[in-house]
């Protein structure tokens, strides 16, 4: 039985066991840590205070809570985030 | 199989910092232009490969109306046709398109410029004469004979790796030279997604499988090809583009590593239920259904995770094209994967196995998900690189209606054929024409869809013309999409 799926069961270990190798290394170095501010990483200075038009009152309100007064969209819309 | 961690002291320096020193637009912008070349290079061949490839799907699915249609050339019998069809979308649109969405994301998130583009442009090029010459040689009756590995392993796919490797060189070379530590979870995808590619391409095309076991081997590439590599680099698109559209991290950065971590971890032995009912020795299938069902868990993650992150936020559509496309993609992932773990439970697969339902169900996760989500990052990446913005909102409009409408059609009416095609096979006391029968309808239905996605694709194409080689509306000041009436929210009060 085993024989027959020889090729199939290295295969599938040299897929998925690699990861888990990673994952323990990954770990060790701290790369799952910080998770917030990794998440906030992409955005570019200033991003997060711009003034959508799609969002309510509430949202702004909160944009501003969390990132500081709105500023005006210093490009044109397709430029910065559309 | 993941990234490397560098124990660089500069970027463990950086590592405190580098979230909140935010990257300046005008350094973004010439992170974009560091791969300029390679990434319009990509997406010019990609798109050109996504016209021949629909006169090809257009081709297979009339001779399903019409049989002898087109039948008095060899090459352009169904039997080469719809194999050419596919690899010509797999490997031409969509894993090209790939290439340029990788080699543009990773400056971006690297926060380097762009290392070893002119290997990229050699590697975009190999892949792409690789690929001509696989599908010329398959349309003159030379492949392999194996469902997506069907390229001549001889003369193409050599090409096709020396192609990828060189794309994926670049990619890793730009990661190791990175300024940041912390890897976004884009980062993760991406660059995984390279060395998966080449390791279980090159395990497909091996020429001393016999038997079940090469069965075995075909899906337990044809599968991983799909999960590995054409959902690995678009999540990371996705993970991208929704919270920059919107304007906020993604709703929980937990989420997306659990999402992450648990396809890396458990989707290698999914592909084996496709083989339900074949003469592999049973332990295999178990493992694989097993396999598949412990994906709802990395599944319900990416799906609560992005959905999460657009609640409340649906009016963005409206305003951009790609958030749209990024949005229905990564809803169509969730129903593709839900309906692939469900289509490996034994009872269902009775009835769906070798019936349309399994197209359909590819159509899902290849189109629905792959193809707009791709769609959606060459509406938001080409502006940027080319420093214009989409001529029309008329045609951006008209190919999101277009291709979006003609593949909901196209998916229900298989969807629905397939079942009525699987019960009737399964029905004692009917012959093979009666399965035939019913599902002849919801072909022809499929047909028509094919016909207004076509058309969709040639809006695109038009488009993406008007934006690369003319100047026209090439500053217009417009937001897209603002036209679209707000079905999903309620208009803002001012």
């Known amino acids: 039985m085993f024989a027959n799926s020889f090729v199939l069961i290295v295969l599938t270990l040299v897929i998925g066991l690699p990861p888990l190798v990673f994952l323990f290394i990954a770990l060790a170095a701290g790369q799952l840590d910080d998770a917030g501010s990794t998440a906030e990483s992409i955005f570019e200075a200033g991003e997060l205070r711009y003034s959508r038009p799609w969002e309510t009152q509430k949202q702004s309100q909160e944009r501003v809570q969390h990132y500081g007064s709105l500023v005006s969209n210093p490009r044109w819309e397709w430029e910065r985030w559309l | ?494």
């Open chain 2, 1 to 494: 199989m993941s990234t490397p961690v560098t124990s660089n002291p500069a970027q463990e320096e950086s590592t405190v910092d580098h979230s909140k020193i935010k990257v300046s637009p005008e350094e973004m912008e010439a992170y974009d232009q560091s791969g300029r070349k390679p990434v319009l290079l990509g997406f010019f061949i990609a798109v050109v490969w996504l016209l021949i490839g629909t006169v090809l799907g257009d081709l297979s699915s009339f001779k399903f109306d019409r049989p002898d249609l087109l039948t008095e050339q060899a090459y352009l019998t169904f039997g080469r046709i719809r194999p050419a069809h596919l690899n010509v979308m797999v490997y031409g649109w969509a894993s090209t398109a790939m290439f340029s969405v990788s080699l543009w994301l990773m400056p971006r998130l690297c926060r380097t410029p762009l290392r070893w583009g002119n290997l990229a442009v050699i590697g975009i090029l190999v892949w792409t004469v690789g690929l001509g010459v696989g599908i010329a040689l398959l349309l003159a009756g030379h492949g392999d004979g194996l469902e997506w590995l069907e390229l001549d392993r001889q003369w193409a796919d050599p090409l096709l790796v020396i192609g990828a490797a060189m794309v994926g060189a670049s990619v890793w070379k730009t990661l190791a030279a990175r300024n940041v530590h912390h890897l976004y979870v884009s980062i993760w995808y991406v660059a995984a997604s390279y060395p998966w590619f080449l390791i279980i391409f090159l395990a497909g095309n091996m020429p001393f499988y016999k038997g079940v076991e090469s069965a075995a081997v075909n899906w337990f590439y044809a599968h991983n090809a799909l999960g590995l590599w054409l959902t690995t680099i678009n999540l990371g698109l996705i993970y991208y583009l929704l919270p920059k559209i919107i304007g906020r991290p993604i709703y929980s950065y937990w989420l997306s590593l659990v999402g992450f971590w648990g396809l890396a971890l458990f989707y290698a032995l999914n592909g084996m239920h496709h083989l339900i009912g074949g003469p592999l020795p049973s332990w295999m299938i178990a493992t694989s259904i097993t396999a598949s069902i412990m994906m709802i868990v990395p599944v319900v993650a990416v799906g609560i995770n992005q959905h999460m992150t657009v609640v409340g936020r649906f009016g963005a559509m409206r305003y951009s094209p790609a958030l749209t496309l990024a949005v229905i993609a990564a809803m169509s992932y969730t129903a593709v994967s839900l309906q692939g773990i469900l289509t490996a439970l034994v009872s269902v697969n009775r009835i769906t196995h070798f019936t349309h339902w399994t197209i359909a169900h590819s159509h899902l996760g290849l189109y629905m998900f792959v193809t707009l989500s791709l769609f959606g990052g060459m509406y938001y990446i080409l502006p940027r690189v080319l420093k214009k913005e989409w001529p029309s909102r008329r045609l951006v409009r008209a190919h999101i209606l277009l291709v979006g409408g003609g593949m909901v059609l196209y998916i229900v009416a298989l969807g629905i054929g397939g079942v009525l095609q699987g019960l009737s096979l399964l029905a004692p006391g009917e012959g093979f024409e009666a399965s035939v029968s019913s599902a002849k309808p919801w072909l022809l239905l499929r047909s028509v869809s094919a016909v207004i996605i076509s058309a969709g694709h040639l809006v695109f194409a038009y488009h993406a013309y008007l934006l690369a080689f003319t100047s026209r509306n090439s500053l217009t000041r417009h937001p897209p999409f603002y036209e679209l009436k707000p079905v999903l929210v309620k208009k803002r009060v001012p």
